[in-house]
């Protein structure tokens, strides 16, 4: 774990910025999803990596009801 000494504070409606820096080391973008993972006493932002919900895979994604579904798995589907 790396600590940045950067501290912010929480507004009213209980949101927190994440400072530009880190915005821009990690290649965050405003459309990025984040996933909240609570781990004993720390809370973990991590950006959500969308993955076939078969087999992992993180190309050629199709969506199939709100789910990931990649082109190899999805023909697999397919075949009678």
Request: charged residues 35%.
């Amino acid at each position: 774990m790396k600590y940045t000494g950067m501290t912010r504070k929480m507004d009213k409606l209980g949101r927190l910025s994440i400072p530009i820096e880190i915005r821009e080391n990690f290649d965050f973008n405003e459309t990025d999803i984040f996933e909240i993972i609570i781990n004993n006493n720390d809370i973990i932002f991590r950006k959500k990596e969308i993955r076939c919900i078969f087999c992992g895979e993180q190309e050629n994604l199709k969506k199939y009801r709100e789910r990931a579904v990649c082109g190899k798995c999805a023909a697999d589907i397919y075949v009678k």
